[in-house]
């Protein structure tokens, strides 16, 4: 099966968009009941994670954080002036696995896909693949 190009587009700089329902469907489009789901994100500036979906503070959190591990500003070199959302998505990872079974992902209850911008607000691609077994 080939890998699927989702788009999202993100709003903010920073930013957790909640993907699950978005990959889910791609999930459920495939017809593949049993197997494994690799997402990937083709960016150098944007990442994607496991995380918390039942309180929202847990994103902001999230967020306010990482921005206080890597600043926006600290004297970085790279010309392009986004060194802090190369290191951010290097950090966070630019693919996660979640097992297909009966057709659904398999999410523990508080666990949602989260796309991770960086340098937004932008239109991304996020690549589904689907791998039945
Ligand atoms: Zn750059």
Known sequence: MNPITLQVKTTSHTQMLD???LVQDAVTDSGVKSGICTIFIPHTT???TINENADPDVVRDFTMEINKIVP???GYHHMEGNSAAHLKS???GFSEQVIIEDGRLVLGVWQGIYFCEYDGP???KVIVKITEG
């Open 19 to 21: 993907i699950t329902r």
């Open 46 to 48: 944007a990442a994607v």
């Open 72 to 74: 926006w500003e600290d």
């Open 90 to 92: 290097s950090m966070i």
């Open 122 to 124: 932008r239109t991304r």
